[in-house]
């Protein structure tokens, strides 16, 4: 079983950076591929960001292309997304994911809530 906590959210203003961090625990998660996933209120669960078991991969919705960077460091079992240039829509409950490529069971963290103010 794994477990994934975010951590890092917060409010900021329009133009801002936060970092956000999701450590797992339970099992190493070398193997998994990770992804970023958020939810603004009223709307459906989005796609953010992923990025492959060792890191040479990452994928990018458009809206946050050149603005959002994931990676991971599996010496410590944690993927990070780095958001820069942050605007108001992308106020979101920011959420964990990871896909256990062997089984292929995902694993969801309890999202960690980011607010951008204009």
Do not use: H
């Not at 970023?36 to 669960?45: D, L, M, N, T, V």
Request: charged residues 20%; glycine residues 12%; proline residues 2%.
């Amino acid at each position: 079983q794994v477990q994934l906590v975010e951590s890092g959210g917060g409010l900021v203003q329009a133009g801002g950076s936060l970092r956000l961090s999701c450590r797992a625990s339970g099992r190493t998660i070398t193997t998994f591929a990770m992804g970023w996933f958020r939810q603004a209120p009223g709307k459906e669960r989005e796609f953010v960001a992923s990025i492959n078991w060792n890191g040479g991969r990452t994928d990018y919705a458009d809206s946050v292309q050149g603005r959002f960077t994931t990676s991971r460091d599996n010496a410590k079992n944690t993927v990070y997304l780095q958001m820069n240039s942050l605007k108001p829509e992308d106020t979101a409950v920011y959420y964990c994911n990871g896909l256990d490529v062997a089984s292929l069971r995902t694993y969801w963290g309890q999202g960690t809530q980011v607010t951008v103010s204009s």
